[in-house]
């Protein structure tokens, strides 16, 4: 029997990789998309008979050949998850590079929308899908990121909502994950995409020690990977064919504050 195709966008590393893992351990068969091509194989390696391919998501002509690749190769798109990303350096408005700006909303937020056209475009003649946006605490919150990021993962709320209002009754459901304080690369993945001239974002912003971690979070630690994984594999299992337009908050709490 052919498995259900699962997209996972910003597979190589960090809360794509476990979430491309954990579907394919759910049975899916995985499409494992990264700029970075290197890391979207590794992954794929280790996820019996997912494949790899390589686009940046901000570019649709990009994001048009992989998805068509991942059809050709393993049929019908049943789940989507929009994970691609990268964080701004924290900077506020008055200190961040346009050109900082634009890359972020590029990818973190219109990287969403391209990818989302493409895959609906096969969803929709089937009548079923599960699409799956990663935002964050920072999408609900002014705070956990620079002006750029924060109002992206708010646009990925944003169009979470519209795209369930407008795809429900087709049968298509859209939701997105809010992560927390979650340990992964995404601070030095997002200098190197940005580039050189982006001043070291290592040790700003919230949640760097385990100190703003306590003082942020009820739980008091930081969460895994696998968290947020575990929470896209059930909006994307058959349990959750009735939650649509919900944001999930995954944070230990730091929302609650």
């Not at 919900?246 to 730091?254: C, F, I, P, T």
Request: proline letters at 4%; glycine letters at 12%.
């Amino acid at each position: 029997m052919t498995k259900a195709l699962a997209i996972v966008t910003g597979a190589g590393s960090g809360i794509g990789r476990a979430c491309a893992s954990a579907l394919g351990k759910r049975g899916f068969a995985v499409a494992a998309i990264d700029i970075d091509e290197a890391s979207a194989r590794e992954t794929a390696r280790d996820i019996p008979g997912a494949r790899a391919y390589r686009a940046d998501v901000s570019v649709s002509a990009q994001v048009d050949a992989a998805v068509s690749a991942a059809v050709a190769d393993f049929g019908p798109v049943e789940v989507l998850v929009n994970n691609a990303g990268i964080l701004d350096g924290y900077f506020n408005a008055e200190e961040m590079d346009e050109a900082v700006w634009r890359k972020v909303i590029d990818i973190d937020l219109t990287g969403v929308f391209l990818v989302t056209k493409r895959v609906l475009h096969e969803m929709l003649p089937r009548g079923h899908g599960r699409i799956i946006n990663m935002a964050s605490v920072a999408g609900l919150n002014g705070t956990g990121g620079g002006a750029a990021y924060i109002a992206a993962k708010h646009g990925v709320v944003g169009l979470t909502r519209q795209m369930a209002v407008a795809y429900g009754a087709r049968g298509i459901t859209v939701n997105c994950v809010c992560p927390g304080a979650i340990p992964t690369g995404l601070r030095p993945h997002s200098q190197a995409i940005l580039g050189p001239g982006v001043p070291d974002m290592s040790a700003r912003g919230v949640a760097v020690n385990d100190d703003q971690v306590r003082a942020l979070v009820p739980a008091g630690v930081r969460g895994k990977v696998e968290d947020i994984a575990g929470a896209v594999c059930f909006l994307a299992s058959p349990e959750a064919s009735y939650i649509n337009g919900h944001s999930l908050v995954v944070d230990g709490g730091w929302r609650a504050k």
